[in-house]
């Protein structure tokens, strides 16, 4: 008899109920959230299946229990959070009664789970990108601690760090305690653009090495942190039919409503990974506005700019971006290059 099994996951214990192919429940145990406990508790069962949501842990046990030989599948947890909000009360065992019914009908969503060098990339890019952000407001902070005072911080030739220089030394010798406070946060942000500048030299190394990122590069507006945003996110190419799925996945794609009479187009769903989705419109914005070179893809972005206003044409080269280099990863192939048009202007 076939036996399936429904793990609910917690960060110290993991909820199992393992039922038979008419959905009868078999077993049910409480073990620690590890590859080796959970594995050991399935073993006397033989399951055909067993399945978890996506989750903080689920990368982690997913591989560890495919290397036991566990056939486990790993679940979209909204779709599968659809059908757990049926039970009359939410427990862990509940849930993992339903997970376990919904591995045995296959009504599910399975995720592909990305390799180890992927979630390195993507974990190198989130720490720098998190870095840039408190760099950011750090400098804030200098500002607004200063306008309250009265001393504009502006700009000035020579960078932030200079003009913060001309303020310390000069304007705040009035006020000691306004000065340490400036000079502190002076001294957080050389120490945030030092690590940036050690980040950014990893994420050179890792593109370097990686020859579909240098390729993905010859893109006009997409540079490294792009390119191996985008290979990091999208992992294995071959898991998309079409490369026009590649912008449904990154929620490049106009929510569809439709019942009966009625059909609605509205915005772009934004599903899928924020950081990827934000890189690709930046590379858009750099493409339409900084990239003086022809080609047939800015010729296309500056028309929809003309009919409908250049942040829906951002949004539609973003989109057209994202089928591009997923093509170029499929084929091998560097980005094509359009002979100029007189006729095309911005």
Not at 27 to 53: C, M, N, Q, W
Not at 72 to 93: E, F, G
Request: with cysteine.
């Amino acid at each position: 008899m076939k036996h399936y099994a429904g793990l609910d996951v917690s960060q110290q214990t993991t909820s199992l109920c393992i039922v038979d192919e008419e959905g009868k429940i078999v077993a049910e145990r409480k073990v620690a959230s590890s590859p080796d406990a959970i594995a050991e508790a399935l073993k006397p069962f033989a399951v055909t299946r067993a399945g978890l949501e996506t989750g903080p842990m689920s990368v982690w046990l997913w591989n560890g229990l495919k290397e036991r030989g566990v056939p486990i599948v790993c679940m979209d947890a909204r779709h599968a959070n659809a059908a757990l909000k049926m039970m009359p009360a939410k427990t862990d065992r509940n849930d993992a009664i339903g997970l376990a019914q919904i591995i045995r009908t296959g009504w599910c969503r399975s995720v592909h789970v990305k390799s180890t060098a992927s979630h390195e990339a993507r974990a190198l890019l989130a720490t720098r990108s998190q870095f840039v952000q408190i760099r950011c407001d750090l400098e804030n902070q200098i500002r607004g601690v200063l306008r309250t005072f009265g001393i504009l911080f502006g700009k000035r030739v020579g960078g932030f760090a200079k003009r913060a220089e001309e303020i310390i030394n000069g304007e705040l010798h009035a006020s000691p305690t306004i000065q340490a406070v400036v000079e502190a946060l002076m001294r957080a942000r050389a120490n945030i653009l030092e690590q940036v500048r050690l980040l950014d030299a990893k994420v050179r190394s890792v593109a370097r090495q990686n020859a579909v990122v240098r390729r993905l590069m010859s893109v006009p507006g997409v540079g490294v942190i792009t390119a191996l945003g985008f290979t990091a996110t999208i992992d294995d190419p071959t898991r998309f039919k079409r490369s026009s799925s590649a912008g449904a996945y990154l929620g490049l794609t106009p929510r569809i409503y439709a019942s009966g009479e009625t059909m609605r187009s509205g915005r772009v769903s934004k599903r899928g990974d924020d950081f990827l989705r934000r890189s690709l419109y930046e590379a858009a914005n750099a493409l339409l506005t900084r990239v003086p070179q022809f080609s047939s893809l800015k010729s296309w972005g500056l028309r929809i700019a003309r009919r409908n206003g250049y942040r829906k044409a951002k949004v539609a080269v973003a989109r057209k971006l994202t089928v591009i280099l997923h093509a170029m990863w499929i084929s091998g192939e560097s980005f094509r290059w359009s002979p100029q048009d007189p006729n095309e202007h911005v």
